[in-house]
């Protein structure tokens, strides 16, 4: 009987393929498998043996899709694995270990053929893990099969299975799904249906790539199982009732239909979105799927962008991923790729001279960090519909220097920032009390905002403040949490004449919520969704008028003194700093009456004059 011996990671960290017995130099067309042998009983160990063959003539095997947990997991179970004549036990992660488990063959005969990323992928070696990367793409393509492992089953899982199987028996391929149908389950069975969805594999950022690729993909949730296509019909038949019983003002159990809005399908949706453009029409650009996917995390920072490439338009184009590349390294690499494929600067909008721990250059994006309140719809300039077009359809013009860490671009000043109102900061999540302090900042940062409008430009010119504060996109409500949070606002704004009496509503500010009636405390929230709306783009921004009374929603770092300026190849103004020898991003900027290209008339006219911006 092979011997069994232990292997602690710490132990083989830096080594060489060779030093770790069971892991081979692989060659740039070779992947490993692990070939997991099969049980007689649950309670048997999981024992394999790698297996390394060739990317395009590898037998059939699944790909292993599942979270890997935090770093500290790593080690708290383990696993055999069969190296010539040793049996090492390995440390691995328990998702990795129940998935296995999970997913073995219980015949006693029939061995199962997977890819799983911790244990097919030398973990220790930086460049072996680039290069498997790089090749991740094809290996779920290949697969006959994409296992998602969701986790083990527990008391909501097993509710949440029993619940869309109760949907499922009703047929609703060929018959609909109507609102009432909703009300004949209980609210614990769609709470737990919320739980299921929110489990950590869905805010995973390799799930794109993972799934976009599959041929066929099968979700399993302890001894559940499901195909992911009927998963993601049932997120889109209840996002098409609740749609429904919004439309219709459904009121038989508004309890039922409100925990749906704020639930887990829509989670889905937005995971399944992006998806399906990949597999079924085209692949998009890398800073769209960067962009639409802030909110998903990942260990390693590096994979907020490396989990996103192989999927993404010009994929190949992007270089040699590489685990040897700091992330700030990486972050700067991924900047200077996406301005050189698109031959625009929008990229550069997306960071808003926020702190980063990575001291990056002021014009690239730290995508480490989640979008600011993701959750709750909160929208930069940049994925606004119709897009912008401050530049119009003129090319960037542009160079890189100093190793790549300075952006030379050419562009004009339209304007000097001159007056600076208060910081917006919008209503997040918490208890009333908490919530009502945030209401009452916000309502009164509003507030500032409108008596500087009228101190620098005047109330006559209402719909300019009307489309700058909004940043030129304010919408009826088209997310759960605007009709959560307008029901708060209606009790925020009726109360405000007792809270802040200073900030009471007058006739000006009326002019521009048309819809808006005040009865006593009671208001409508269809009406004050409008405002919440609005604040979506708010949140993080502060209102500025320039020297010729400019009005602008700029960004909160940005101060008296800031320039605005139109760069050539962007799509949106940008707030600049002037520091004697370089130039500093603020952050992007709604300007009333530049967004579509007006100010390029000024350059052809000579109004305005074209330089060269070292951007630092």
Request: negative net charge.
């Amino acid at each position: 009987m092979a011997s069994l011996v232990s292997a602690e990671p710490e132990a083989f960290h830096g080594m060489s393929d060779e030093a770790i017995p069971m892991y081979e130099h692989l060659q740039n067309n070779e992947i490993r498998l692990s070939e997991v042998k099969p049980a007689s009983n649950e309670d048997e160990e999981v024992v394999c043996r790698l297996r390394t063959v060739s990317r395009d003539a590898a037998p059939n095997y699944k790909a292993l899709s599942y979270c890997w947990g935090p770093p500290e997991e790593r080690g708290k179970s383990t696993i055999i694995i069969e190296t010539g004549n040793k049996r090492v036990r390995w440390p691995v992660t328990p998702t990795l270990e129940m998935a296995l488990r999970r997913l073995r063959h219980t015949d006693g005969c029939t061995s199962l053929l997977i890819w799983a990323d911790a244990v097919c992928i030398n973990q220790e070696n930086e460049e072996e893990k680039g290069q498997q990367v790089q090749e991740m793409r094809h290996v779920y393509q290949n697969a006959e099969e994409v296992s998602i492992w969701l986790g083990p089953a527990d008391q909501d899982s097993v509710l949440a299975w029993k619940l869309m199987n109760d949907i499922f028996s009703s047929n609703p391929e060929k018959h609909p799904l109507e609102p009432k149908r909703l009300t004949q389950f209980n609210e614990s069975q769609f709470r737990a249906l919320q739980n299921l969805f929110r489990r950590d594999y869905f805010w995973r950022i390799w799930i794109v790539q993972e799934i976009a690729c599959a041929k066929r993909a099968i979700v399993y949730c302890g001894p559940e199982s499901m195909p992911w296509s009927r998963l993601l019909f049932l997120s889109e038949t209840l996002d098409k009732v609740l749609a429904r019983a919004r439309d219709e003002d459904y009121q038989d159990d508004s309890a039922t239909v409100f925990l749906m809005m704020r639930g887990g399908p829509g989670i889905l949706k937005a995971t399944a979105s992006s998806i399906v453009s990949f597999s079924e029409v085209q692949a998009q650009p890398l800073l769209d799927l960067l962009c639409s996917h802030m909110i998903k995390g990942s260990t390693d920072p590096r994979d907020k962008v490396y989990g996103l490439v192989g999927i993404s338009a010009d994929w190949s184009y992007f270089g040699k991923i590489s685990y040897e590349r700091s992330i700030r390294a990486t972050f700067l690499h991924t900047a200077q790729y996406i301005i050189s494929m698109t031959q625009k600067l929008n990229v550069i909008c997306l960071k808003q001279n926020d702190d980063n721990s990575h001291n990056l250059p002021s014009w690239v994006a730290d995508w480490e960090r989640r979008n600011i309140f993701p959750k709750y719809g909160v929208k930069p300039l940049y994925i606004r519909q119709p897009p912008f077009a401050a530049s119009r359809s003129v090319k960037a013009s542009f160079s890189f220097t100093r190793d790549g860490e300075v952006l030379n671009a050419r562009g004009f000043v339209v304007d000097t920032i001159t007056t600076v109102a208060q910081n917006f900061h919008d209503i997040g999540p918490g208890t009333a009390v908490v919530g009502s302090i945030r209401a009452c900042h916000s309502l009164r940062a509003f507030h500032n905002w409108w008596s500087v409008f009228i101190d620098k430009i005047g109330k006559e010119n209402y719909e300019v403040f009307q489309r700058t504060f909004c940043g030129g996109a304010w919408a009826p409500p088209d997310s759960e949490f605007e009709q959560d949070l307008s029901l708060r606002l209606a009790f925020f704004f009726g109360m405000i004449g007792r809270l802040l009496p200073e900030l009471q509503i007058d006739s000006d500010l009326l002019l521009l919520l048309p819809d808006l009636k005040i009865e006593s405390c009671v208001l409508e929230a269809r009406q004050y969704a409008l405002v919440f709306s609005a604040s979506r783009r708010m949140h993080g921004k502060r209102f500025v008028v320039s020297s010729t009374k400019l009005a602008g929603l700029a960004p909160q770092a940005a101060q008296q003194g800031d320039e605005i300026v139109v760069l050539l190849g962007c799509d949106f103004p940008v707030v600049m700093r002037d520091m004697g020898t370089y130039w500093t991003l603020i952050g992007e900027i709604y300007v009333d009456g530049i967004m579509y290209g007006e100010a390029m008339d000024g350059l052809a006219s000579g109004k305005y004059v074209e330089n060269s911006f070292e951007i630092r």
